[in-house]
T-cell receptor, first 117, second 114 residues
Framework: AQKITQTQPGMFVQEKEAVTLDCTYD???????LFWYKQPSSGEMIFLIY??????QNATEGRYSLNFQKARKSANLVISASQLGDSAMYFC??????????????FGTGTRLQVTL | NAGVTQTPKFQVLKTGQSMTLQCAQD?????MYWYRQDPGMGLRLIYY???????DKGEVPNGYNVSRLNKREFSLRLESAAPSQTSVYFC?????????????FGAGSRLTVL
């Protein structure tokens, strides 16, 4: 069975600094995908970034990058130049293949990030 | 562009009552999902529908039923609500394009069972 572990329940970062949110995973499937979602206090789930298991380069999307270390089974999210609006809950998730083209996600327990002045 | 729309946003039930959460997407996605979110536990998959006409169990299906009414709509039914079903419920949809097959989520439905 797939497992996602986020060991940091809460993190603080100063505005304009970079922060790394940790995520480790476990799977026996050689083909998988890793996702990060942001959940602000309003409650919606916002997709941030995706990394496929066969992708050669680390994914980047604006200020977000994914530090993918396949041998260590880690997929850490790096947020550069933090902004107050980055304060939110962040979830790491792994895709398990479902029936047909369905994409079943297993989520970690999340990390609450607080950006301070 | 509405994306994924869930109704109702809030609901309070008494133990034993039934209700249906409705979900509709306007992105022509093939696959749809129902997740629940409990404090400290992340999101857990209840049921999913890979395509119109199919439904499959996820990690926590007990106490729920689903119906894929058509390609747009996927409903979640609680036949006899229990306090353990107090949670925030999210509907999502996805389609396999090139690469990620990202799930797009609705805004969530907060359910309280007394």
């Amino acid at each position: 069975a797939q497992k996602i572990t986020q060991t940091q329940p809460g993190m603080f970062v100063q505005e304009k600094e970079a922060v790394t949110l940790d995520c480790t995973y476990d799977t026996s499937d050689p083909s998988y995908g890793l996702f990060w979602y942001k959940q602000p206090s309003s409650g919606e789930m916002i997709f941030l970034i995706y990394q496929g298991s066969y992708d050669q380069q680390n994914a980047t999307e604006g200020r977000y990058s994914l530090n993918f270390q396949k041998a260590r089974k880690s997929a850490n999210l790096v947020i550069s130049a933090s902004q107050l609006g980055d304060s939110a809950m962040y979830f790491c998730a792994m895709r398990e293949r479902g029936r047909g083209t369905a994409s079943k996600l297993t989520f970690g327990t999340g990390t609450r990030l607080q950006v301070t002045l | 562009n509405a994306g994924v729309t869930q109704t109702p946003k809030f609901q309070v039930l008494k133990t034993g009552q039934s209700m249906t959460l409705q979900c509709a997407q306007d992105m022509n996605h093939n696959s749809m999902y129902w997740y629940r979110q409990d404090p400290g536990m992340g999101l857990r998959l209840i049921y999913y529908s890979a395509s119109e006409g199919t439904t499959d169990k996820g990690e926590v299906p007990n106490g729920y039923n689903v119906s894929r009414l058509n390609k747009r709509e996927f409903s979640l039914r609680l036949e006899s609500a229990a306090p353990s079903q107090t949670s925030v419920y999210f509907c999502a949809s996805s389609d396999r394009g090139a690469g990620a097959n990202v799930l797009t989520f609705g805004a969530g439905s907060r359910l309280t069972v007394l």
